[in-house]
């Protein structure tokens, strides 16, 4: 099968942004008005030293997926994916973030960005029943698809069973679960934390392929979490039983 690529749209100054550091921005549409932004001229000036195509428009919603592209759109060539097991050897202790059918591309970017900052090792997404890291996911990410490892399959169920076989525990957070992801020692260990969809939570398939279900333990009245705040939580805990924080 030919590998995804991801990230050829993309909007929003720190999207573009980060793109264009990569060195993978082709074009980029500008709106004139923005340009008497310092940080908005130095993002033009770097892309034409590169060699990058910049357009001066009126308005750059007419091309713009999002509904605040912030004035600037671009296209690069696309951000190449890995497969289960490059991510797995990627690092000698991966600590890999999955999503499972998260169906808004706000919340999957949210989240690759918690992944980035907490010292995750990839994400993997599924590319079927889940929204697409198009635009909108890039523009969340705040360039975190950038330097994060992104892993796209077809069932997030046998990527669990697959990561299993690799030497992964596979821990999947749920309101159902009978113990608490704070203190989960065997998240030191190399570990998959698979996080479910906005209400439904972990798929029934998912449920079954994870080592562990565990919850986040909720004192107030919330029945549950944003997915992408659930993301956040749980990637932060992998960091903090690590060492990484405290």
């Known amino acids: ?59 750059v919603r007419d091309r713009a997926v999002t509904g605040a592209p912030q004035g600037i759109v671009a296209t690069a060539d696309s951000l190449p994916t890995m497969s289960l097991k490059e991510a797995v050897a990627s690092s000698d202790n991966p600590a890999l973030l999955v999503v499972d059918h998260v169906e808004d591309p706000r919340n999957i970017g949210a989240a690759a960005r918690s992944a980035v900052a907490s010292g995750m090792t990839g994400i993997v997404v599924s590319r079927n029943r889940s929204a697409p890291l198009g635009a909108t996911a890039f523009k969340a990410a705040v360039g975190a698809f950038e330097v994060l490892p992104v892993v796209m399959v077809s069932s997030v169920a046998d990527a669990l069973k697959r990561l299993n076989q690799l030497g992964l525990w ?14 989960l020692e065997l998240l030191a260990q190399p570990v998959a934390v698979c996080v479910g969809a906005e209400g439904s939570g972990l798929s029934r398939l998912a449920a079954e392929r994870c080592d562990v279900i565990a919850s986040i333990p ?29």
């Open 1 to 59: 099968m030919a590998r995804v690529g991801i990230g050829t749209d993309l909007e929003g100054f720190h999207s573009v942004r980060a793109a264009l550091t990569a060195g993978r921005v082709r074009t980029i549409s500008v709106e004139r008005n923005r340009v008497r932004h310092a940080e908005v001229v130095e993002l033009v000036e770097d892309a034409r030293a590169r060699g990058v195509r910049v357009e001066l428009v009126d308005d």
């Open 218 to 246: 909720m004192i107030g009245p919330a029945e549950s979490l944003n997915s992408s705040v659930a993301s956040a939580l749980a990637c932060y805990e992998v960091a903090r039983v690590r060492g990484w924080v405290s």
């Open 170 to 183: 596979c821990v999947g957070l749920d309101g159902s679960g009978d113990r608490s992801i704070l203190g």
